[in-house]
T-cell receptor
Framework: DVKVTQSSRYLVKRTGEKVFLECVQD?????MFWYRQDPGLGLRLIYF???????EKGDIPEGYSVSREKKERFSLILESASTNQTSMYLC???????????????FGDGTRLSIL | AQSVTQLGSHVSVSEGALVLLRCNYS??????LFWYVQYPNQGLQLLLK??????LVKGINGFEAEFKKSETSFHLTKPSAHMSDAAEYLC???????????FGKGTMLLVSP
């Protein structure tokens, strides 16, 4: 089974801090994704990456950046945390462009981030 | 742009009753469709996915979904609800080789004894 591991289940940070959320997958997947999930808004894509050192903006990239130095690891960075970034963050991975588009994404258990 | 609409943010059923969760998509090209389930404070787990050719798709935990191109729908059903089915259900669609998913806003299924 694919394992996607997010470094923290719960995290509390202060406004203005730089926050790092880490995600590691063990199935050699090319594509990795970061979403945030908010009540009434569903899952929204922040950033994704289809290869090492490659990144693409999703629907809501403002206030976030990402890093992918190794294939298995995809980090989400909140440059200067704000209260409106309090949310559930989910990481996912899937096979790359050479595979058929119906490959499912595999999700981690999420990080519930609170910015005070 | 692709989009997904899930009708009803909450659906309540009694244990043993039929479960029907609705999902409609908008697309001008053939879609690839997924249903995921999310239990409280957990990530998403794949229930089933639509692969071209088979309009009735069977998934885990007794769920199934039927792809109806004429209605642009992919509704999720289960003949008899169980208490353990209480969770949030999310429908998602993709069209591209990058596998970028667009999710509906989710439907919370509540099961009463």
């Amino acid at each position: 089974d694919v394992k996607v591991t997010q470094s923290s289940r719960y995290l509390v940070k202060r406004t203005g801090e730089k926050v790092f959320l880490e995600c590691v997958q063990d199935m050699d997947h090319e594509n990795m994704f970061w979403y945030r999930q908010d009540p009434g808004l569903g899952l929204r894509l922040i950033y994704f990456s289809y290869d090492v050192k490659m990144k693409e903006k999703g629907d809501i990239p403002e206030g976030y950046s990402v890093s992918r130095e190794k294939k298995e690891r995809f980090s989400l960075i909140l440059e200067s945390a704000s209260t409106n970034q309090t949310s559930m963050y989910l990481c996912a991975s899937t096979l790359g462009q050479g595979s058929t588009p119906n490959q499912p994404q595999h999700f981690g258990d999420g990080t519930r981030l609170s910015i005070l | 742009a692709q989009s997904v609409t899930q009708l009803g943010s909450h659906v309540s059923v009694s244990e043993g009753a039929l479960v029907l969760l609705r999902c409609n998509y908008s697309s001008s090209v053939p879609p690839y469709l997924f249903w995921y389930v999310q239990y409280p404070n957990q990530g998403l787990q794949l229930l089933l996915k639509y692969t071209t050719g088979a309009t009735l798709v069977k998934g885990i935990n007794g769920f199934e979904a039927e792809f109806k191109k004429s209605e642009t729908s992919f509704h999720l059903t289960k003949p008899s609800a169980h208490m353990s089915d209480a969770a949030e259900y999310l429908c998602a669609v993709t069209f591209s080789g990058y596998s970028t998913l667009t999710f509906g806003k989710g439907t919370m299924l509540l099961v009463s004894p």
